[in-house]
């Protein structure tokens, strides 16, 4: 048991639902109690998709399960399959199904349908959502994809864009544009938008370009395997990758890269005198790892900030990112536990936060600005305007996004200088956070007491600051005052300093600026 209050994942079938509801004329049917059709709202309004997702549950319920649920499971695939009459369809089992053991794989089986019934085995206590995407688009693509000649024209397909995927709409837009200014075409995109009947054709492709291995490496892997046809492992998302990603593509095709940056806004715009007070800001990324990953190279090497913290919460790449963090000279932080990455946060006192909508909340608390660069997210990450984070209108995108929620320069100054002002004063936060922000625990610079030391025989004395201390303490600008705080409380525990004086402070500074 864990005692859990926010989860990074849904259960793998919401996975299984995203590769369902992304394509057309494919049928889910899912053996789950009453109640499990909570799911269909995740589509119908945080994605506000105009139709009910292809889903159709066996809702039983407690009077069902001293019947025949078997029966329950038939019944159901066979009015799904007459009513919808799909391409064909895909069966399961939720976490309570899967406790009763019903096969519905065997069962369906059994009806001798005249369309493929592809079983799907999700292990709901042990896997995530993520990996139930993974899975079904992989045994999807095992069961429909046909062998057969390559395209004449260089073609790929694109792998991975779901459902409720963040700016999988968009990005799908962006990559296609940039191969097509290439000169390559998209044979399928998959399985966002595609039907059986587009799967089946995938291996006409010339290779396939990954964007999210989350949900589409096992279907590369195995379509490698299979068919020969190699894929992308740059994920263009910033700048620098956006051109590695065409360069990587003009290798496997021979093709050259034609790379059109005529939109392409983001490196002037942080190359540009206003963006030098971004400088070192100190930030901390937590998301699913290829959007972390992305955003520590975006961070460090394109927009100047100094990656404090870096994480994801999906174990199964927990090796790639460990291996990142460790050459920016970082631990990785690899758990879906909300509570750890709070503790990582409030510990690495960061300026600014880049996750998911749990590290909004985090934020909120901490009072760090926040901006969202991955699942899981809410409503307002589902735009109604062109949003990509792949490809150069992805990187303008995440300029402005993650500018955004910073205080801007000039403000940053005048809370500086004129700390006494009923405007501009540490309380009132940035202008555009709201007018009545309270001064949070972060801004005061009233982090919680070190614990005492009461292992040793002599007893430590509590540290304490001197009242003038923290006066002069506040004078330093909100944003870097919890880093001073802990930065002079470290230097005076080296010394065996328990009372921090003004004096104290400045050693500190002055031990560090060295
Ligand atoms: S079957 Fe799984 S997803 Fe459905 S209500 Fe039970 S625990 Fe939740």
């Known amino acids: 048991m864990k005692l859990t209050l926010w989860t990074y994942e849904g259960p793998p079938h919401v996975g299984a639902m995203r590769v369902a509801t992304a394509m ?5 049917v899912l053996h789950a109690p009453q109640g499990d059709t909570y799911a269909d709202l995740l589509f119908t309004m945080i994605e506000r998709r105009g139709a009910r997702p292809p889903v159709t549950y066996t809702t039983f319920q407690a009077r069902d399960l001293g019947a025949d649920t078997a029966g329950l499971f038939k019944d159901t695939v066979r009015a799904a399959h007459d009513r919808f009459q799909p391409q064909a369809m895909i069966v399961g089992a939720s976490c309570t199904a899967e406790l009763i053991q019903d096969d519905p794989g065997g069962l369906a089986e059994t009806l001798g349908l005249d369309c493929p019934v592809i079983p799907l085995d999700l292990p709901s206590y042990s896997r995530k959502e993520n990996f139930g995407a993974d899975e079904t688009f992989l045994q999807i693509v095992r069961h429909l994809a046909r062998p ?20 999988h709409r968009d990005d799908v837009t962006e990559v296609t544009r940039a191969l097509a200014a290439m000169g ?3 044979n399928v ?16 492709a010339h290779f396939n370009v990954l964007l999210y291995p989350e949900t589409g490496e096992s279907a590369a892997r195995w379509l490698e395997k299979t068919h ?3 894929w992308t492992k740059t994920i263009p998302i910033g700048v620098g990758a956006t051109r590695d990603f065409l360069v990587e593509v003009a290798a496997l095709t021979g093709l050259s890269p034609r790379i059109p940056e005529d939109g392409l806004r983001a490196p002037w715009w942080s190359a540009s005198v206003d963006s030098t007070y971004l400088t070192g800001k100190r930030v901390f990324i937590f998301a699913d790892a290829t959007h972390a990953m992305a955003a520590a190279r975006i961070a460090a090497e394109e927009i100047g900030f100094e990656v404090v913290g870096l994480g994801c919460f999906n174990r199964e790449f927990a090796r790639p990112m460990r291996a990142l963090a460790a050459r920016m000279g ?21 300026e600014m936060i880049l996750g998911t909508q749990m590290e909004r909340h985090i934020g909120k608390r901490l009072g760090i600005p926040c901006a969202v660069i991955s699942s899981p997210v809410h409503v307002q990450d589902f735009p109604a305007r062109y949003a990509p984070q792949m490809g150069f209108e992805g990187a303008n995108v995440i300029f402005d996004t993650w500018v955004h929620p910073l205080v801007m320069g000039l ?13 501009f ?26 614990p005492r030391d009461i292992s040793a025989s002599v007893k430590d004395e509590v540290q304490h600051w001197t009242p003038e201390a923290e006066r002069e303490l506040k004078k330093i600008p909100f944003f870097v005052r919890p880093k001073a705080r802990r930065n002079t409380e470290a230097y005076a525990a080296t010394k065996g300093v328990t009372a921090i004086t003004v004096e104290t402070l400045y050693e500190a500074k002055a031990h560090y600026a060295r």
């Open 189 to 204: 995109c998959a399985p966002l938008n595609a039907t059986p009947a587009d799967i089946a054709r995938m291996p006409a």
């Open 184 to 186: 390559i075409k998209v």
């Open 330 to 350: 970082l631990t990785a932080l690899i758990t879906d536990d909300y509570l750890e990455v709070e503790a990582a946060i409030a510990a690495a006192g960061p």
């Open 148 to 167: 057969q000649a390559r395209t004449e024209q260089v073609t790929c397909n694109l792998l991975g864009a779901t459902a409720l995927g963040f700016r």
């Open 24 to 28: 057309e004329g494919l049928h889910y």
């Open 228 to 230: 020969a046809q190699p």
């Open 411 to 423: 403000e940053e100054h005048l809370l500086t200088m004129f700390r006494e002002d009923p405007e």
């Open 425 to 450: 004063h540490d309380a009132a936060g940035a202008s555009h956070h709201g007018a009545k922000a309270v001064a949070p625990v972060e801004a005061s610079g009233a982090l919680p007491p070190n």
